[in-house]
Nanobody
Framework: QVQLVESGGGSVQAGGSRRLSCTTS????????MGWFRQAPGKEREGIAA???????????DSSDFAKGRLIISFDNAKSTLYLQMNNLKPEDTAMYYC???????????????????????WGPGTQVTVSS
């Protein structure tokens, strides 16, 4: 059974940084597309990044404020863990952050290029990030 667990959330002052982790179970890391999402209170879940860990390929959503260079995605293949480094955090970044996974039947990284939460079938419980001004 595929399982995802996020960690690394917490409280941070504006301008600070936070690194989130998403640890996967089984062969998820090498066979699935993965994505990072966030959901602020009263808002819809928003896609931030799309990832194919098997080839260490990642895309940041162009329309996301994080596309302005505040976000770095990294990989630890030995630990089957995906990281989301967020820098220069702003109060509007306060949200629950989730990672999600979906099997990639093609083994082609392009298949993973989606920021639509409806395309992902497995979700972690989320980790809260709160940014104070």
């Amino acid at each position: 059974q595929v399982q995802l667990v996020e960690s690394g959330g917490g409280s941070v002052q504006a301008g600070g940084s936070r690194r989130l982790s998403c640890t996967t179970s089984g062969d998820t890391y090498s066979t699935h597309c993965m994505g990072w999402f966030r959901q602020a209170p009263g808002k819809e879940r928003e896609g931030i990044a799309a990832v194919y860990p098997n080839t260490e390929t990642a895309w940041i959503r162009d329309s996301s404020d994080f596309a302005k260079g505040r976000l770095i995605i990294s990989f630890d293949n030995a630990k089957s863990t995906l990281y989301l480094q967020m820098n220069n955090l702003k109060p509007e970044d306060t949200a629950m952050y989730y990672c999600a996974a979906e099997p990639n039947p093609t083994a082609n990284s392009a298949y993973c290029y989606t920021f639509n939460p409806e395309k992902y079938s497995v979700w972690g419980p989320g980790t809260q990030v709160t940014v104070s001004s």
